[in-house]
């Protein structure tokens, strides 16, 4: 334990120690000269800004709309659904986990193909398939990670015992008033959980993004890029600090939510 | 705010452990590295290759071999049942294959820094590097019998030697193609203006090749048709240079609908629609004719390409499968196989007696002249390539910095 | 507040269309399965079994299946011990740094991929000096495969307190009888079911394998990835795909039954 502990994070200090090194440009190999080179590069040019700014929006983005879909899901499955229907709807929500990750981008990108069937649902109507791009990013962004949070707030609400909701009724408040002093202090938590997946999933995704990502690219391409296309990894090493440091100021922040024990 | 100061102790301890295990065990990766005299060398382009011994006789075949070829190099028979030019290899030497492809000499030159590979066909901007980076052996000419029929102009060339050691043999020669939907350009283009100039024609459905290199096909548009720009050599760039073609290819960033180096995606891409013109090999057109309609042309300003070479790894387990295969790529049969299948001209002189009728004019094999047209790939450095003495050009690493920045 | 009919209904309807969401691409990849061209035309210009045919053929597919399933195996086997341990650990003992060791135990799932992937690969590269190869792939796998053991554990231990296994010390049991005769029945199911996922995430991990595996080594994803775009292994990746989906049912009732309705859900995380 203590082993395979030391091992991933010295792997991790290791990486961020290449940070501070070069990479030769002709050779590709690293040159073990202490410089800030790498993050001087980084701050400075406008494209890793645009980057950057770019995956975050598409973190929230998936986040947000992953939210606003798990909600109604998880609020049925909870306490709408006989338990039977309960288990039913656990196992179909989890059953997509288990297809190839590949396999669903390829599928949205046959989706969002300009010969596909959205662009043939569109077409009666005169439009075509919005193509791949960030859109398509995002919607499959979300799909791919809608499980990991309709479980969290499912756990949530089902917690949740009906006698509060039906004290809170009692008590003469209507439903948005038990919405927002009943369910979401609960539900909180239980959507930040499943935030931290969907937000480093998306943060650090490379291979969604070039299947039907058209273009663009994100972080994750960065990163990916200079390892294994571009030979440097010391910058490729600077690159990942972002993430790195954007999820390690989101998981302290929700530690005082307590979201952390919902993982 | 005891959780949190034995938090912070934790965390020291632990980081104060991780950093000093990481700076004791980080190596350089690989080859010496460089000190300053070796480097300005290397800068220079006349560089000092690393000491790596070179065989002197073959022994036993070994049984196996690690292959890392571009796609269409080393085919086995899982592509199309009847290419295949691995399995008789494997069948007269005893050498298990395995092949892995890359899509740009840049992940090629990466890959062979694992040093898990025997042999790698590499192109005009990978050799310089790998064998800079120590990560090719230099090869003993007189071991691979074949050598001997291949022509003339592509031996002992910049690329491919060093101080007049040959480091690999030559695999053959090829021009960069436009590829268009016959369906859907028209008029038929004749130009790479029209991924350029005029791609706004066809927004998002243009496709380009992903890698830095791009940017020499960008330079070679701006050669022709703004030559008041100066450029001789689309490798030799200056800075001014350089941001030309920058904004040529920011410019076409907005009609991209997708860029490839997998060449499977961008047969898909056309096939699906997606794409309708873009760059492309000759071996994609041949594999992308079946389902779609589409046309390749070499448009009238020229075009970059590739002059490739089989190098063998430094670190390789099975030297004697390795000149094995050397040999066998280079063979008439195997040379003519390949040629044929991917579309460019071969490097074995007797391999044109076996090729289909008017195959080897078509592709002007054997035409020095020709060949000296097409630019081929090459690693651009801070010494102009083109003999200037009053700037300093580009390097390829500020051209993958630009790329990043092209692509937004 | 009792849900209204109304409420009800639109609940239901949401619930609905959100499985609807969820089902069309896996349809569609089904659907292709059958489909007579190679680039999965729309609409299908026809049907055929040719490509099920094709894939029972497939020796590369069967290869990367068996690949995956060891590497699957065995990086739950050593996700369960060390998960299982260090739940253990954290949740019965107090010591110094614990908040730091359980927020560092979550880090290789909270963290991207990509980090994970390339820091692994130039650790066991160039700072331990070994090839990439099975022994790489399984360490990284199981970095992420203990956090979904350790996470389960967690839940369950903290769920049922101390009180037996304080009275089973107290009878006179000493820490490994406890431990085999109490503690672990009551893991047991969540344990499993922490395994059933370790299993699926590590079955189906692609971002990180593609930097710790060997040259020569395909799992399942790999050989996906490497053969989603060829025409004439696209067909035979979505009967794959549609195998695995089918084949996954079962597991998964499993580890519902299992875990039990009200575990069910931090049990399947």
């Not at chain 1, 950057?52 to 992953?66: P, W």
């Not at chain 2, 699906?272 to 779609?292: C, K, M, P, R």
């Not at chain 2, 790529?329 to 579309?343: L, M, Q, R």
């Not at chain 3, 893991?187 to 590590?202: E, I, N, P």
């Amino acid at each position: 334990m203590l082993w395979l502990g030391v091992a991933y994070l010295g792997a991790l200090a290791a990486l961020f120690i290449t940070a501070l090194w070069t990479a030769n440009g002709f050779t590709g190999n690293i040159e073990r000269t202490w410089t800030l080179d790498n993050f001087r590069e980084l701050f400075s040019q406008e494209v890793y800004r645009t980057i950057t700014i770019r995956t975050l929006l598409t973190a929230v983005g998936v986040t947000i709309i992953d939210a606003v879909i798990a909600f109604p899901v998880a609020l049925y499955m909870a306490k709408v659904a006989s338990p039977r229907a309960q288990r039913l709807l656990v196992i179909a929500i989890l059953t997509p986990l288990w297809a190839s990750y590949l396999v669903k981008a390829y599928a949205w990108r046959g989706m969002f193909s300009s010969s596909g069937p959205i662009d043939w649902l569109l077409s009666p109507f005169g439009l075509s398939s919005p193509g791949y791009g960030l859109f398509a990013t995002v919607v499959t962004l979300s799909y791919l990670w809608l499980p990991y949070m309709i479980l969290p707030m499912y756990a949530g609400l089902e917690r949740l015992p009906n006698s509060l909701l039906e004290a809170s009724a009692d008590l003469g408040a209507g439903a948005g008033v038990t919405m927002r002093r009943v369910i979401l202090p609960v539900l909180f938590p239980a959507v930040v959980a499943g935030s931290i997946f969907a937000f480093s999933l998306t943060l650090g995704d490379y291979i969604a993004v070039q299947i039907v990502g058209g273009a663009n690219q994100m972080l994750g391409n960065v990163i990916y890029d200079n390892v294994l296309k571009g030979n440097n990894l010391p910058f490729a090493a600077a690159v990942a600090t972002i993430p790195v440091v954007i999820m390690l100021v989101y998981l302290a922040a929700v530690r005082r939510t307590g979201a952390l024990e919902n993982l | 705010m005891r959780n949190r100061r034995t938090f912070a102790g934790a965390a020291a301890l632990g980081f104060a452990l991780a950093v000093s295990l990481a700076a004791c065990g980080t190596d350089s990766g690989g080859d010496s590295g460089a000190d300053s005299e070796e480097q300005a060398a290397e800068e220079q382009g006349g560089f000092t290759p690393p000491d790596i011994p070179m065989a002197s006789e073959l022994g036993d075949n070994e049984g196996a071999l690690s292959v890392l070829a571009w796609p269409g190099y080393a085919e086995d028979g899982s592509t199309d049942k009847s290419v295949d030019w691995v399995t008789p290899f494997e069948e007269e030497t005893g050498c298990q294959v395995d092949v892995k492809y890359f899509g740009t000499s840049d992940e090629a030159v990466t890959l062979m820094k694992s040093g898990q590979y025997d042999v790698v066909s590499a192109s005009g901007d990978a050799t310089l590097r790998l064998i800079a980076a120590g990560d090719v052996a230099p090869v003993n000419t007189d071991l691979i019998p074949n050598y001997a029929d291949e022509w003339d102009f592509l031996k002992d060339r910049p690329w491919n030697s060093v101080n007049g050691q040959m480091y690999g043999v030559p695999h053959g020669y090829g021009a960069n193609l436009l590829m268009y939907n016959t369906d859907v350009v028209s008029p038929e283009p004749t130009s790479w203006g029209a991924v350029f100039d005029g791609a706004a024609d066809y927004s998002g459905k243009v496709t380009s090749y992903d890698s830095p290199i791009y940017i020499a096909d960008a330079a070679l548009y701006l050669m022709k048709t703004q030559p008041d720009l100066g450029i001789e050599d689309p490798y030799a760039l200056d800075a001014d240079q350089l941001a030309a073609a920058v904004d040529l290819l920011k410019a076409q960033r907005e009609h991209v609908g997708e860029y490839w180096s997998d060449y499977l995606k961008e047969i898909q891409a056309f096939q699906t629609g997606d794409s309708v013109i873009g760059t492309t090999w000759q071996v994609i057109v041949n594999l992308a004719e079946a389902d779609t309609p589409v046309k390749a042309i070499l448009p009238e300003e020229g075009a970059t390409g590739w002059s490739d070479t089989w190098m063998i790894g430094a670190d390789t387990e099975h030297p004697n499968c390795s000149y094995a295969w050397l040999n066998h790529i280079t063979s008439p049969e195997a040379n003519a196989a390949v040629a044929e299948w991917f579309g460019e001209a071969p490097a074995n002189s007797k391999a044109c007696d076996l090729t289909s009728e008017g195959f080897c004019d078509s592709y002007h094999a054997g035409d020095e002249a020709y060949a000296e047209q097409i630019h081929y790939w090459t690693t651009p450095i801070e010494q102009c390539l083109d003999g200037r003495t009053d700037v300093t050009c580009t390097t390829y690493q500020e051209w993958t910095q630009a790329w990043t920045e092209i692509k937004g | 507040m009792t849900l209204s009919p109304l409420m009800r209904r639109v609940l239901a309807v949401s619930t609905g269309l959100a499985l609807l969401f969820v089902y069309t691409p896996l349809a569609l990849v089904v659907l292709n399965s059958f489909n007579t061209s190679r680039t999965f035309a729309w609409p299908p210009p026809g049907y055929t079994t040719e490509w099920w045919q094709a894939a029972w053929h497939s020796q590369g597919a069967r290869d990367a299946v068996w690949v995956s399933v060891q590497v699957a195996i065995v990086a739950t086997l050593v996700a369960l011990v060390l998960g299982t341990m260090a739940a253990l650990a954290l949740q019965r003992f107090r010591f110094f740094g614990r908040d730091t060791v359980s927020l560092l135990i979550i880090l290789p799932i909270a963290l991207p991929g990509v980090v994970t992937g390339v820091a692994l690969a130039n650790f066991f590269t160039t700072m331990i000096g070994i090839q990439l190869g099975m022994f790489t792939l399984i360490v990284s796998h199981a970095t992420f495969c203990i956090v979904t053991v350790f996470n389960n554990a967690v839940a369950r231990l903290r769920r049922l307190g101390s009180n037996l296994e304080e009275a089973s010390m107290d009878l006179g049991a000493g820490t490994f009888r406890t431990f085999y005769k109490i503690t672990l029945p009551m893991l047991r199911s969540s344990l499993l079911a922490g395994c059933l996922l370790a299993f699926a995430l590590s079955f189906d991990e692609i971002i990180v394998t593609t930097f710790t595996v060997g040259q020569g080594i395909q799992t399942l994803p790999i050989w996906i990835y490497q053969n989603l775009f060829r025409p004439n292994q696209a067909p035979v990746v979505n009967v794959v795909a549609a195998v695995l989906i089918l084949a996954s049912i079962v597991p998964i009732w499993l580890a519902q039954k299992l875990a039990g309705t009200d575990e069910s859900v931090a049990a399947a995380r």
